[in-house]
């Protein structure tokens, strides 16, 4: 495989202290802390629709079971969306010291959108809060309710495209090109389809947590919350088989969307028998519902399998996730670290030799090399004007050292009209010695 | 920043967005997290002590405020930083994170410890009325919160310790290897710690006092006995992060002293040795001159009051953050990496064989400098190397900084950025050919063919 660009590797070892073994470690957490996160995203992102869903549909039905509904799902949002924000920072640690080089770079070619998922996501927390706090004291305005609930919703909803064209391109580095930017890395067929699958594993997910839920309320000794109960159970199991049914087809159009090299690397290693695991424990999970679909109090043995068995899906599939990105990225990863280390060689003999000679590059008097030293002649030719008169020209104003001195602590731009467009500096940290050194061989000129 | 594409923000700069997260972030984690999680969990405790049920709900009704600030602006605003930093200067951060990965870790997962109390403490608060023996269990989490918020500052300001005074903190230089313990006990840790500590302290405490004042407008009495409450615990902060202070300016870098003063206020006004000292002592003024008059007279201070005392805080807080910034340049990391991204190692290869030549975004043609391709390369350089600091014609306008100046006096003048002048600019870093084409590039800015490069 050929790929245009290759940054180098940060030249400073992996945080393992030598111990290999450390790296299953990364590995491994980087899958865990993935997973949880996500779990809670998918159910951020499923709870604030389906609350803003039975807020407006109470209102409109005049049902205060379903405002009581939308009202329980506010606080797994107040919880997904702080935890969610928690547990993202682990994998995007864990990323960003394993492929820091591809990782960086995406970041970049994605900016200023990728800043999207700080300031979108503050506006969003704020509406969501605002929407949950103000639910009693906007009961007469609903219509303004809905609207803000609405708000944070959709804020919430612009997140995942930028995370994903993000994580896409940076897993993709093949398809790197010059002025590569965020709406392109977003309207790829991959991102497309990895966008949708990921939306729709979201609202499968969140029915899962629905289902739980519900079964929770229905155990409650308030009526209303048993009523409420029942609802989620019902709309859970819907928004489990619907959208579960709609990624068997989207997630292979996904998998085929993804480089050639990484495909073949995906199937030598098996990883498609992982999909095949997933796609059975789905089928079975939707089985279970399907018999139980009509039946309110669906008992606790199923639902704690459905539960479990999902768990298991999901791991398997971030388990060959990780596995791809893993097979993407490692011939880059070589590379890069390869380059950086080549480079790291040629950077060593050149400082060594660099320090072997340490002449200043100026020969002369040794006030002419403190002048050069501390930028004088940056801007003073010893006989041509630069950005300052030449030294020729000041010696003929004939000062005193200590009025040079003066001079250079706190400049008079008025002395010399004709540069004042851009004055000197003043320059506090030259030693007073060396300044009358520099002074003394000023005067000298002639 | 040579192994990574660019990312130019126009006008405003990134670092100005930057600085503006960073320090909404420092205003909320310092006082609605680390200090307000101390002064309320304080504050209940005596509410427990004297059984004084409005004086738990006031300690309520802050809370909700500082919750609502460090979930949805505070925690973001952090992970902000770090978003910002990998786009601005993805060289440092990836070599702090190699540094610092185990540090991160761990402060991640008392950060969960933080987040789960804190969510625990603030919606069961009501759950546990004064009173009853539940509300000493409830007391517990408030003080876990406080302990674990408490800690998270601790490592972060070891990082942040570390890229101002890293100490001898690395084993061998090629390859780079760090020494992770002397990283982490780097010499301004401590100081720094002792000083954000008590400054977070008596932030908070300020914060409650103003928010006092806008919740008790109806108990003249509650609002006598808060007031004098948080002031007391501020009046204890000040002279210990004075002290911590202090030790902390003495942990500095010469360098980084001699640049105080333009840190302080700019390099025009601190030509004048009194302007950076009247500054911060103008802003001590308003903040002291508010606590004093909300403190001594709690039921009739104005508005204005509670106002002066907020400001005065926040704009020494901003000032402390905008210092210590500035001194730390040229360095992101003192002596190790330039601001800019280029490590001080890499310079004498990358004066021998070009900068260019190392850029793995620049396009071929540019790697190497002809007559034809001058201003272009120029342009590459100019945001590898001076974008992380100057806007093309917006904050620190680089068009500006050169106006007068023809592309003589311009080549000549960056071949020592880096000297007494300007001590806090990195130099210019590569061939004479490419430092030519940097100063055809910068001329070109104010030149004729001014609108033909600047697209």
């Known amino acids: 495989m050929d790929f245009k660009f290759i940054p180098g590797d940060i030249p400073l070892p992996l945080p393992t202290g030598g111990l290999e073994f450390l790296h299953y470690i990364f590995h491994g957490l980087l899958v865990v802390s993935w997973v949880v996160h996500i779990l809670f995203i998918n159910v951020l992102l499923g709870a ?48 960003s010291v394993l492929y820091t080089p591809l990782f960086y770079s995406a970041s970049l070619m994605n900016s200023p959108q990728w800043l999207h998922i700080i300031y979108g996501n503050i506006v969003a927390f704020l509406c969501s809060y605002l929407y949950k706090y103000s639910w009693n004291t906007l009961r007469e305005n609903k219509g303004l309710h809905i609207t803000i609930g609405t708000m944070s919703v959709l804020l919430f909803y612009t997140l995942p495209p930028v995370f994903m064209a993000t994580v896409q391109l940076y897993i993709t580095p093949s398809t790197w090109n010059h002025g590569q930017n965020f709406w392109d890395a977003l309207f790829r067929a991959d991102t497309l389809f990895r966008l949708a699958h ?81 796609v059975l424990l789905a089928l079975y999970a939707i089985h279970i519902l399907v018999k139980e679909f009509k039946n309110d109090d669906i008992p606790p043995t199923k639902v704690w399998k459905v539960v479990i068995i999902m768990v298991v899906a999901i791991v398997t599939m971030a388990s060959i996730r990780h596995g791809m990105r893993v097979a993407l990225v490692s011939p880059v990863m070589a590379a890069s670290v390869a380059k950086s280390e080549a480079f790291q060689k040629e950077a060593k003999e050149a400082y060594e030799a660099a320090k072997q000679s340490h002449l200043p590059s100026t020969t002369g008097p040794r006030g002419r090399i403190l002048a050069e030293q501390h930028g004088c002649l940056g801007c003073h030719g010893e006989r041509e004007r630069v950005i300052g008169p030449s030294y020729a020209e000041i010696a003929k104003r004939a000062y005193t050292p200590e009025k040079i001195l003066a001079l250079v602590r706190q400049p008079v731009p008025s002395n010399w009209p004709e540069y004042a467009q851009a004055p000197m500096p003043p320059m506090a940290t030259v030693p007073e010695a060396e300044l009358r050194e520099i002074a003394n061989w000023i005067n000298g000129i002639k | 920043m040579f192994d990574y594409p660019i990312f130019d923000m126009p006008l405003i700069g990134h670092r100005l967005l930057f600085a503006f997260d960073a320090i909404i972030h420092v205003f909320i984690s310092h006082g609605a997290a680390v200090g307000g999680s101390i002064v309320l969990a ?26 609502i600030l460090a979930t949805a602006v505070g925690a973001l605003t952090g992970i902000g930083i770090w978003v910002h930093v990998n786009i601005i200067n993805p060289a440092a951060i990836g070599a702090l994170l190699r540094v610092f990965f185990w540090k991160w870790f761990v402060e991640w ?171 911060n002592l103008v802003l001590a003024a308003i903040a ?29 807080l901003a000032e402390f953050e905008r210092v210590r910034e500035f001194v730390r340049k040229p360095y992101i990391i003192y002596g190790y990496m330039y601001a800019n991204g280029v490590r001080v190692m890499d310079v004498p290869v990358l004066n021998r064989d070009g900068f260019l030549k190392r850029a793995t975004f620049v396009p071929d043609e540019l790697k190497t400098v002809t007559a034809s391709n001058k201003v272009v390369a120029g342009r590459a350089l100019y945001e590898m190397q001076c974008r992380y600091c100057h806007t093309i014609n917006g904050v620190n306008a680089i068009k500006d900084r050169v106006k007068n100046w023809d592309e003589k006096a311009i080549y000549s003048r960056i071949g020592s950025l880096n000297s007494s002048a300007t001590p806090f600019m990195p130099p210019f870093t590569g061939t004479d050919a490419e430092r030519g084409a940097l100063a055809a590039y910068l001329a070109s800015l104010n030149g004729p063919a001014a609108h033909a490069v600047q697209h």
């Not at chain 1, 159970?233 to 959208?243: E, L």
């Not at chain 2, 000083?195 to 006598?224: N, P």
């Open chain 1, 48 to 95: 604030s629709l389906a609350s803003v869903y039975f807020n407006k549909r109470g209102a409109r039905e005049n049902n205060p079971i379903l405002d009581r509904v939308a009202y329980l799902l506010t606080t797994p949002v107040t919880i997904s969306e702080n935890m969610g924000a928690l547990w993202g920072v682990a994998p995007l640690l864990l990323i």
């Open chain 2, 42 to 67: 304080l504050a209940q405790y005596f509410a427990i002590k004297d059984n004084d049920h409005k004086f738990d709900e006031l300690a309520y009704k802050i809370l909700f405020t500082f919750f």
């Open chain 1, 198 to 278: 990921f939306y729709l594993a979201s609202f499968a997910v969140s029915g899962v947590f629905m289902l739980l839920y519900g079964y929770f309320k229905r155990k409650s000794s308030d009526a209303t919350d048993q009523a409420a109960g029942a609802i989620l159970i019902r709309t859970g199991k819907a928004w489990f088989i619907v959208p579960t049914v709609l990624n068997f087809f989207i997630g292979p159009l996904a998998l085929f969307h993804f480089p050639n090299y990484g495909l073949e690397a995906f199937f030598n290693h098996g990883y498609h028998w992982g999909i095949l695991l997933t």
């Open chain 2, 288 to 316: 002291l001159l508010g606590g004093i008059l909300l403190y001594t007279n709690p039921k009739k201070a104005p508005l204005a009051v509670a106002i002066a005392l907020m400001v005065g805080c926040m704009g020494l």
């Open chain 2, 109 to 279: 997962i008392v950060f969960n410890i933080e987040m789960v109390f804190l969510l625990w403490w603030f919606l069961t608060w009501q759950k546990y009325p004064l009173g009853t023996p539940g509300k000493r269990f409830h007391f517990k989490l408030g003080a876990t919160y406080a302990i674990s918020s408490w800690f998270t500052m601790a490592i972060i300001t070891a990082i942040l310790g570390f890229m101002m005074t890293p100490g001898n903190w690395l084993k061998s230089e090629f390859p780079a290897r760090p020494d992770y313990l002397a990283s982490l006990f780097n010499p301004s840790w401590f100081p720094s710690l002792g000083f954000r500590t008590f400054f977070s302290i008596g932030w908070a405490a300020a914060a409650a006092m103003v928010l006092t004042w806008f919740f008790t407008k109806e108990d003249e009495a509650l609002r006598e006995k808060a007031i004098r409450f948080f002031g007391k615990i501020l009046w204890v902060s000040v002279p210990l992060f004075l002290l911590f202070g202090y030790w902390y300016y003495t942990q500095f870098p010469q360098a980084a002293k001699d640049l105080f003063a333009i840190g302080a206020v700019t390099r025009n006004l601190a030509s004048n040795p009194i302007l950076p000292w009247m500054l």
